[in-house]
């Protein structure tokens, strides 16, 4: 049996092969994950600007309404709360920023070994880019996709597209 492992540089795919005994227990471990919160900070003051309290791992794609102000962070604070039934030896996950349907960065996230039948909090720094780097809300809005993938080591665990959208919040 085959699955394809995570993007390599350049955007290659590698193609992997796990047994039968692989592939049961990955499917465990799919079905005992689930993302039970989220939300994102200032990181300079922690003042939360966007949280999402309930969460729909089946959905393709979800959308968000962001506070645009959000984008004038110099550092966003990421919580994701998350429960497990299975143990996992090496939880990490790739997020990809798409805007119009073309790969524009992507980052990379260690969590390491989760402990089975556990409900944890993880917490992620993003930096900004420089100002003069950045878009702005008005041309991100609706056009960014953030595709979030959890891997237990190279073995993909949940993919999940979230369409972003920038809000005015200061009415």
Not at 112 to 117: A, E, K, L, Q, T
Not at 125 to 146: C, H, K, Q, R, W
Not at 155 to 169: G, H, L
Request: charged share 25%; proline share 4%.
């Amino acid at each position: 049996h085959f699955l394809f492992g995570p993007e390599e540089p350049l955007g290659t795919l590698r193609v992997m092969e796990y047994s039968e005994a692989d592939l049961y227990r990955l499917q465990q471990i799919r079905d005992g994950f689930s993302i039970n919160w989220m939300n994102m900070r200032d990181a300079s003051t922690g003042e939360v600007l966007w949280a999402q309290e309930e969460w729909d791992t089946a959905a393709e794609e979800l959308e968000a309404q962001i506070p645009s102000r959000i984008l004038q962070c110099r550092g966003v604070s990421r919580e994701i709360n998350f429960s497990s039934i299975e143990a996992m030896s090496s939880l990490r996950l790739v997020q990809t920023v798409i805007f119009k349907g073309e790969h524009l960065e992507e980052w990379n996230f260690q969590f390491g070994f989760v402990i089975p039948n556990s409900t944890n909090t993880w917490q992620q720094t993003i930096e900004a880019a420089d100002e003069e780097e950045m878009l702005p809300a008005e041309l991100l809005s609706g056009n960014v996709v953030i595709e979030t993938t959890f891997y237990d080591g190279d073995a993909p665990i949940i993919t999940q597209r979230i369409r972003v959208w920038y809000v005015d919040d200061t009415a």
